[in-house]
């Protein structure tokens, strides 16, 4: 167990809608990352949080957003929801600001089916 | 550029047999290097990680990696495969100055008895 949560596990929405994903990072790890993996295009990064600010960009759509909040959890929030979004989203912390020597831990994702 | 190769998308072992995921990386500056692994409806989990300490690195469940800068690789290896090894596996480089992940494709391994 990495000790990172997510919620829902599955989720099954149709196009057009919006959801949101939530993740709580390991107990003391200020970063959080969210990614996306699909059978096309493998680990995607989206987007890094810490300490409650917005600290790096990947390739995140327009349609997605996410935040960090002041205990540290984070919600990714994806509308208008396209077929092609249906992947496992993962959510990973880290303790600090750099990937490069804080390794990430991982959650076991959320797996969302747009229909 | 970055970028990170795995050379086998599929390797297939014997159970009781030596294993070896190759994995060849680009990267400007020197990277850190990890290998995760990835079992069926689970996240990822770090097996090892190298940041320019000993280029031998030991991680988890048996398995090792060694950084070869000339010849610009990072491959896996465990002496002995076992059943519960089988799983894909993801060679990942961070390169200096670039607050990302890079992945590779992944190696799915299959361990036959």
């Known amino acids: 167990d990495s000790g990172v949560t997510q919620t829902p596990k599955h989720l099954i929405t149709a196009t057009g809608q919006r959801v949101t994903l939530r993740c709580s990072p390991r107990?003391?790890?200020?970063?959080v990352y969210w990614y996306q993996q699909s059978l096309d295009q493998g680990l995607q990064f989206l987007i890094q949080y810490y300490n409650g600010e917005e600290r790096a960009k990947g390739n995140i759509l327009e349609r997605f957003s996410a935040q960090q909040f002041p205990d540290l959890h984070s919600e990714l929030n994806l509308s208008s929801l396209e077929l092609g979004d249906s992947a496992l989203y993962f959510c990973?912390?880290?303790?600090?600001?750099?990937?490069?020597?804080?390794?990430?831990?991982f959650g076991n994702g959320t797996r969302l089916t747009v229909t | 550029a970055q970028s990170v190769t795995q050379l086998d998308s599929h390797v297939s072992v014997s159970e009781g047999t030596p294993v070896l995921l190759r994995c060849n990386y680009s990267s400007s500056y020197s990277p850190s290097l990890f290998w995760y692994v990835q079992h069926p409806n689970k996240g990822l989990q770090l097996l090892l990680k190298?940041?320019?300490?000993?280029?031998l690195v030991k991680g988890i469940n048996g398995f090792e990696a060694e950084f070869k800068k000339s010849e610009t690789s990072f491959h896996l290896t465990k002496p002995s495969a076992h059943m519960s090894d089988a799983a894909e596996y993801f060679c990942v480089v961070s390169p200096f100055g670039y607050n990302k992940l890079i992945f590779g494709a992944g190696t799915r391994l299959a361990v036959h008895p």
């Open positions: 190298y940041t320019s300490a000993a280029t």
């Open positions: 107990s003391g790890d200020l970063s």
């Open positions: 990973a912390s880290s303790v600090g600001r750099s990937s490069y020597n804080s390794p990430l831990h």
